[in-house]
Structure formats: structure tokens, C-alpha cells
């Protein structure tokens, strides 16, 4: 594993993985600065090719899907090729957020790689997963931190007096060298090595940008769990509606309606009567009776009262994003609660992101609350004066008072 973050962000993920897989070594390499996939993977070559690996695989840790690694092995041996990345088809909207891959339909070859074009090219795009040749994959990242280092950067617009000056690289120019993504910077070039091929998968994919975006990721694996006959499922009922997940030592009510897609985490107490969907609970929760969880997160150790409503928006199946626009304003469809979070009985939070060690005894639904000193047509008066953001917008066009600004709103 290779990243910027301090290790201890790492350090569970780390220790739980060894133990369920210990036959596999779990290193993590952390930069000293945000590098870029390129970058990071030449800052740590000499542990990479530790044993004198012919090939290794690249995967980003913000993407979800099946793995198709044995396939795309496959394919490399069979192309003799020097780089493998893997593909999937999205619709032509949707691809320009994505780097696209233009290929030969008959011999799978790489022919052209753009990131995030402006204008259509292509609607298969890269997933984020690669197999490179070692001997193809650290030359190409050389040659490119060559080039950037051999072309003059303008460091300010020269004038006659100071054009020389002005090609004169910062101090600290040769660290910004090394800083290289793998899609901008070195993908381009390998289209050119005629060796670099794409493996199209059928199966599901999805990218993990935003907190809310490990929703529709979980339901993703759930299926895919269900499909495979996993045997870590809760057994299908009139109360659980596959696929759902229950950790072993978590305790929920018989009466407890749980399904689609949720995944219930260790120790979470689920009471009678409670309705949870297309959601995750994490470790140490506990939901009173008659609470209703859809299409939510609940962070570590949080409480939820009784009859109290977390909900979140649905998003379409194919969409790849988590946000919506509701009463003219752009909002996380998923409703997060972060860690220790309380909700109190009875409360109802809608498509809010909660911050962690917060109680919530009133509801919310993504409402704007302002200063108790509110001036109205410029009379002042104490209020807990709370109000939608559409309320604030027919108040602004039926008034011309200009202490009541859209700015300091």
C-alpha cells in the first residue's frame, strides 16, 4: 500500500487484514508528500521490485468491483504485452468524468488514452486497475520526469530586462519533478508502445470518491456475495430481505425488517420494530425500537432513538454520483452520521452529513440555521429562528432591504 496518510489511518485496516489473510505480506509505504500513482510507485521502486517481480499489479483504492485479475493476467501472457489496464463501458455522459480508452475491437489494443476529454471519444474508461511489465512501467516513469525536467518552466512573464531570469527553476523544482500521475502523465505515452492492451469487463464497477459513495459500493458487493452463494449472508426471511450482512456478534430484534443491501457491523444492537435499508451500520451502534434507517451511513458508536428517522435520497443504479439537487440546492443524496453521533427520540435527519460527537435532539432536513440576532426589513429581533433555504430566496425577491443580503447568508 502506498499513500500520504499518516499510518496510523491504516493501522486496523493493516492488522485486521493480516489476520484474516496471513499467508500475504501487508506493507504500507508512506510518501513524503502526495506524489501521484506514478510518482509514489518510482519514489518506493526498490521495495516494488524486492525478489525481482517480471510484472505487478496497480490497484487505485477508490474504485469497487469484482477484481478480474486472473483474466487479465491471462490476457497479458497471451498479447506478450508490457501493460494491461482494465475497462468497462459507461454511458456517453457519463464517460468525459473518466479517463477514456479508444482500442482495436479485434486485437484489444490500447491506440489512444485520454483523461477526462473535453469532447467525446469514447465511452469505455479506465477503472483504475493495472498490470505493468517491470521493465516497461519505471522506464516510462523516468522518461517522464525527464522531459519535465529537461523543458524550461516559466516561472513569471518575462520582460525584456529579466527573460533569462525568468526560465530559472525554484529551489525545490526538482521535487515538483517527481510528482507524476499515472493517467496524465505516462498512459498517453504507453498507447504509443503498441504493447499496451485493455481488458473489458462485464461486471460491476463503480468509483468511491465521496463518503456517500460507499453505499451504493456496499450494495455492490452484497449482490455479488448473494450471486456467488456466499455463505456470510443472512439467511433469506419475511424480515430480512437479502442481501444483508450481519456480523456474528451483533444483536437484532427478531421484528427488526433489515434489506436490501445492508451490512450490520460488530456489536450493533438493533431493537424491535426497526427498519433498516440499503444502509450501513458500523461497529458499537445502537438503534432503539421503531427507528427507520434508509439509505444511510451510521458512524462508530452512535445512538438512535426510538422512532427517530435517518434517511437518505435514492440515486439511480447507474449513476456515478452521490449528490442531488433538492429546492434548488446540491446536497449528498446519502445521509452520514460520523462517529459517537446521537440522535434523540423522535428526531428526523434527512440528507444531512453529521459530524462526529454531535447530538441531534431537533430535526433536520438540510435546513440553514442563522444567528439568533436576525435582522428582518431592518427591525432586529432574538429568535431561534430557523429556515429553508426556498423561504430565504422568497423572502430576498419580496424585499428590498439590503441589510438582509444573499451574501450574508
Avoid at 185 to 203: C, G, N, P, R, W
Avoid at 216 to 224: D, I, V
Wanted: with cysteine.
Amino acid at each position: 500500500m502506498i499513500g500520504y496518510y499518516d499510518e496510523s489511518v491504516f493501522r486496523d485496516f493493516i492488522k485486521d487484514a493480516s489476520k484474516e489473510f496471513p499467508q500475504i505480506k501487508i506493507v504500507y509505504l508512506r510518501e513524503y508528500q502526495a506524489l501521484g500513482t506514478a510518482g509514489g510507485l518510482y519514489h518506493f521502486r526498490d521495495a516494488i521490485l524486492k525478489g525481482k517481480p517480471e510484472r505487478f499489479f496497480v490497484l487505485n483504492a477508490d474504485v469497487c468491483c469484482s477484481f478480474p485479475l486472473n483474466d487479465m493476467l491471462k490476457l497479458f501472457e497471451d498479447k506478450d504485452a508490457e501493460a494491461v489496464i482494465l475497462g468497462t463501458r459507461v454511458s456517453e455522459d457519463a464517460a468525459s468524468n473518466f479517463g477514456c480508452i479508444v482500442s482495436d475491437a479485434h486485437t484489444r489494443r490500447v491506440l489512444h488514452y485520454v483523461e477526462k476529454p473535453e469532447s467525446h471519444i469514447s465511452n469505455l474508461i479506465n477503472c483504475g486497475v493495472y498490470l505493468f511489465s517491470t521493465e516497461c512501467i519505471f522506464p516510462s516513469i523516468r522518461s517522464a520526469i525527464k522531459k519535465r525536467t529537461d523543458r524550461p518552466r516559466l516561472v513569471s512573464y518575462p520582460s525584456s530586462e529579466n527573460l533569462e531570469s525568468s526560465f530559472f527553476q525554484d529551489d525545490d523544482e526538482e521535487t515538483k519533478n517527481e510528482v507524476l500521475r499515472l493517467e496524465q502523465d505516462i498512459l498517453s505515452d504507453l498507447a504509443d508502445s503498441k504493447q499496451f492492451f485493455v481488458y473489458e469487463t462485464k461486471d460491476f464497477w463503480r468509483q468511491i470518491k465521496t463518503a456517500g459513495s460507499a453505499v451504493p459500493a456496499n450494495a455492490l458487493y452484497l449482490q455479488k456475495a448473494m450471486q456467488t452463494g456466499s455463505k456470510e449472508l443472512a439467511k433469506p426471511s419475511a424480515n430480512i430481505l437479502p442481501p444483508v450482512f450481519i456480523h456474528p456478534s451483533a444483536h437484532v430484534d427478531p421484528t427488526a425488517k433489515l434489506g436490501p443491501n445492508v451490512s450490520i457491523g460488530p456489536r450493533v444492537v438493533v431493537g424491535a420494530g426497526v427498519r433498516i435499508k440499503e444502509a450501513i451500520v458500523l461497529e458499537d451502534v445502537e438503534i432503539k425500537h421503531d427507528a427507520c434507517i434508509l439509505y444511510s451511513i451510521i458512524g462508530w458508536n452512535s445512538r438512535i432513538g426510538a422512532w427517530a428517522r435517518v434517511e437518505g435520497t435514492p440515486t439511480p443504479v447507474n449513476s456515478h454520483t452521490t449528490s442531488i439537487v433538492k429546492n434548488g440546492v446540491k446536497v449528498q443524496s446519502i445521509t452520514i452520521l460520523g462517529k459517537e453521533c446521537g440522535v434523540g427520540d423522535e428526531v428526523r435527519v434527512q440528507n444531512c452529513v453529521c459530524l462526529p460527537f454531535k447530538e441531534l435532539k431537533r430535526v433536520r432536513s438540510q435546513k440553514l440555521e442563522i444567528d439568533p440576532l436576525l435582522t428582518i426589513l431592518g427591525c432586529c429581533q432574538r429568535s431561534d429562528h430557523v429556515i429553508t433555504l426556498p423561504d430565504v430566496m422568497k423572502f430576498l425577491k419580496n424585499t428590498n432591504n439590503q441589510a438582509f443580503s444573499s451574501e450574508r447568508i
